[in-house]
């Protein structure tokens, strides 16, 4: 599978790519179509990764690629902060106009999910006049100073790194497969929302704190869903203290958990949204949504913006990538591949007992392993194993979790059954091959 232009390649990359960037294949890829990958050699990979959760509407869809087309016959980058364009106004109107809340809305456009949530927090400490920031334990939130102190992971995010930004604090957050034997999940709610609570007594105090940061699904974290209890106790803790509530949806929205944002799963209203990956389909393009009496809390022009923010070609693909969802109704396309997955991962867990978990919203699911079903110890190495299987064998899969021992499906939405069903083929050959 490997030829001689691909070692050739993977020689200058060894030689002139800093070590410390992650490839989970190292194959070159040619061509990308839909939730197809082909490389310089003529391998042609499912892809179970989306470029970790960016291409919802699958590898250069055509309406995609027509609108790039198109916008760039205008213009490549007047830069909005010294000449507007439609394009960056006409997102923010439709980004406004989808996020959950019937009030008055604005938005903001910037170029990574990092630089989203750093924006949203910088907002929110406008807003409140307050310091401290909240994220949970397993949170994943970027690699700036900032998004590294409020990301949970140490190795590799953040080793070596500090010191990192102060006053970010880090909540528990429910695991539901992890809590106490025997434990309804009714009491699990509870036990985790004491815990909650007595974090506000043992770390920082309600009224210094601007914002609660918050993953509706974690997704670095190993796809962790949280009860809907767990959910509007903090967004009802946040009203009653005057926190802003901002929804981190750079990995889980955009219709992967089934609905376009993944907070609207909790029947909770954010007053802000972080958003990223899959809005505009490969191009760098990010935002901050949400009620307009924070977001203009902002108040010096120029404090919030950057060169690059809201760049047209970013925003065509974006506009596009919005029209698609509706109109392929990729929301109710998450929910059925998600049953998908679900539905032959409970066949492995028959078979395997490394399985021990398999939890999904939506598409975006994912599969723990475990040494043992009893005791749960997280088998990060099975899980390594059969992420490299995959690699090998045609199937674009990562890793997930803050031990490594869960895989995550990031597919395309727009991917065929024919397509699901070979990588999960794929999935079933590496489980024969790790058992
Ligand atoms: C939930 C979440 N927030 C923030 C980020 C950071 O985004 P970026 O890598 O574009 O800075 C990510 C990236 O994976 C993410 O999943």
Redesign the pocket.
């Known amino acids: 599978m490997e030829g001689n232009m691909t070692k050739i390649w993977q020689d200058k990359r060894d030689r002139y790519v800093a070590s410390a960037v992650g490839n989970g294949n190292r194959h070159i890829a040619a061509k990308a179509e839909g939730a197809l990958i082909t490389d310089i050699e003529g391998n042609v990979f499912i892809d179970f990764a989306g470029a ?2 960016v291409q919802n509407v699958g590898h250069c869809h055509p309406k995609v690629v027509q609108a790039v087309k198109e916008a760039l016959d205008h213009f490549i980058h007047p830069g909005f902060n010294v000449i507007m364009y439609p394009g960056y106004i006409e997102l923010c109107q439709r980004l406004c106009a989808l996020a959950p809340g019937s009030f008055a809305k604005k938005a903001i456009l910037l170029n ?4 989203a ?1 750093e924006n949203a927090v910088k907002i929110a400490r406008a807003y409140t006049g307050r310091q401290a920031v909240v994220t949970f334990e397993r949170a ?4 700036t100073n900032l ?1 590294m102190g409020m990301t949970s992971k140490v190795k590799p995010y953040k080793f070596g790194f500090g010191p990192f930004a102060p006053e970010t604090y880090k909540a528990p957050y429910p695991y539901a497969y992890r809590k106490p034997d025997g434990m309804s999940d009714q009491s699990y709610d509870e036990a985790i929302i004491a815990q909650f609570n007595e974090f506000f007594l043992n770390h920082v105090s309600p009224e210094q704190v601007a914002c609660i940061v918050m ?1 509706p699904v974690q ?2 974290g190993g796809f962790i869903v949280p009860s809907k209890r767990f959910v509007s106790y903090v967004r009802d803790f946040c009203t009653e203290h005057g926190i802003v509530f901002v929804s ?1 949806e ?2 889980a929205g955009f219709a992967r958990t089934g609905k376009m944002f993944a907070i609207e799963n909790f029947d909770v209203i954010p007053d802000l949204m ?1 958003v ?2 899959s809005i505009a389909a490969g191009f760098p393009l ?1 935002g901050v949504v949400g009620k307009a009496e924070i977001i203009d809390a902002c108040t010096l022009k120029g404090s919030l913006g950057g060169t690059y923010c809201g760049n047209p070609i970013a925003c065509a693909a974006a506009l596009a990538v919005l029209d698609i969802i509706k109109e392929e109704h990729l929301a109710a396309r998450a929910e059925k591949i998600g049953a998908v997955i679900e539905a032959r991962a409970e066949e492995w867990a028959k078979v395997y007992p490394f399985v021990g978990d398999i939890r999904r919203l939506g598409a975006m699911a994912a599969v723990e392993f475990v040494k043992n079903r009893e005791t749960k110890e997280p088998d990060k190495d099975r899980a390594g194993q059969l992420v490299a299987y995959c690699n090998q064998h045609g199937l674009l899969l990562l890793d997930a979790g803050l031990k490594g021992n869960c895989i995550r499906f990031l597919s395309p939405l727009t991917i065929t059954e024919e397509q699901l069903n070979r990588g999960l083929a794929i999935i079933e050959e590496a489980l024969e091959q790790v058992k």
């Open positions: 970790i959760g990574s999910g990092a630089e949530v994943f939130h970027g690699r998004t993953e997704g670095e981190d750079i990995q972080t990223s990956k990010s």
